[in-house]
C-alpha cells in the first residue's frame, strides 16, 4: 500500500499537538531515503518495509496511518517534541536510545556488512578480525546518527570516519572513491550493488550481526515517547501477533529476499 506524506512544516503548521493525539490515527515518523526499509518520492509517496509495518499495523489496531519524513538523526528529538506518535525507520533498539524514547519489541533483524572496491585488499576476507584490522586507517563511511556510525567509533578508533545524512551521499563517495568502505545493513548496500554505480564493488563476505557488540543494538523496533505507555502496550501486542501469524516475515521477503522477522521473546 502506498501511504501519502505529510511534511514536517505542514504537520507543525497545519495540524499541531492536536492532530496528533487525534483518536483512530497514527502519525509515524520515518527518514524516506533509506532503500528498501522506507523511500519517499517527489509525489509524496512512502513505500518500503517500514511503511509496510507501518500499514501492518495500522491495520491492526484499525488507526489510519500518516507518515512524516524527517532525516534520521532528527527523528529522536522530533518525537520528542511530539511532531510525530512513533518511529518506524529501521531504527535499531540501543542502550544509549532507550535513555530518551521508549521502543517496542524487536520485531526485525538484519546483519551488518561492509561494501568496497572489488580491487580492495579487504575484498577477500571472510573473518571479522581480519577485516576490523584491515579496516585501520582506511576511509569508512557510514549514516550519520546510526548504530554504524557508533560501532566504527568504538571499535575502530583508528580509521577515517566519515559521515552523511543520507544513504545515497555516501554511495556517491563510495562510487567516486572518496571513501574505501561504507558500513550500514546488508539490504541498504544491496540496493547500491545492484544499480550501475555498485558494478565495480562487492560485499566484504563478513555479517556483523547486532550480537557481536552492544552498539549494534537488539534489533530493529518502533520508537515510542517515553510518556506513551498504553501506545507501547497496544504495538508491542500487536506487534508480536504480526510476527507471529507471518505477516512481517512476508513483507521483509517482498524487499529483502529474505525472512528478517525477530519473534517475541
Known sequence: MILKVFSLV???????????????????????AYPPWSMADAA???????????????????????FV????????????????????SGMSITEERKKEI????????????FVVPKTSELAGLKEIDPLLRGLAG???????????ARFIEKRLPTVNLKTYDTLDN??????????????ADASALQDFLAKPDGKDFQFVDVK?????????????GVGIAKENTALKAKI???????????SVGKASVKWFKIDISRPCN
Not at 176 to 182: E, K
Not at 238 to 243: G, S
Open 236 to 246: 508491542d501486542k500487536a506487534l508480536c501477533e504480526l510476527v507471529a501469524d507471518g
Open 102 to 113: 521508549n521502543f517496542s519489541v524487536g520485531y526485525a533483524e538484519l546483519a551488518n556488512m
Open 208 to 220: 556483523i550481526q547486532s550480537s557481536f557488540d552492544a552498539s549494534l543494538g537488539e534489533g530493529i
Open 69 to 88: 519524513v524527517q532525516a534520521f538523526d532528527g527523528l529522536i528529538p522530533a518525537l520528542k517534541a511530539k511532531r510525530f506518535d512513533v518511529i518506524i
Open 170 to 183: 555516501m554511495q556517491i563517495d563510495l562510487a567516486t572513491g572518496r571513501i574505501d568502505a561504507a558500513f
Open 10 to 32: 505542514a504537520l507543525l503548521a497545519g495540524f499541531g499537538s492536536a492532530a496528533l493525539a487525534a483518536e483512530g490515527k497514527l502519525s509515524i515518523g520515518t527518514e524516506g
Open 44 to 66: 509524496g509517496n512512502v513505500t518500503g518495509f517500514d511503511a509496510d509495518v507501518g500499514n501492518l499495523l495500522c491495520t491492526k489496531l484499525n488507526m489510519e496511518c500518516h
Open 138 to 148: 582506511k576511509t569508512v563511511g557510514v549514516q550519520t546518527g546510526t548504530t554504524h
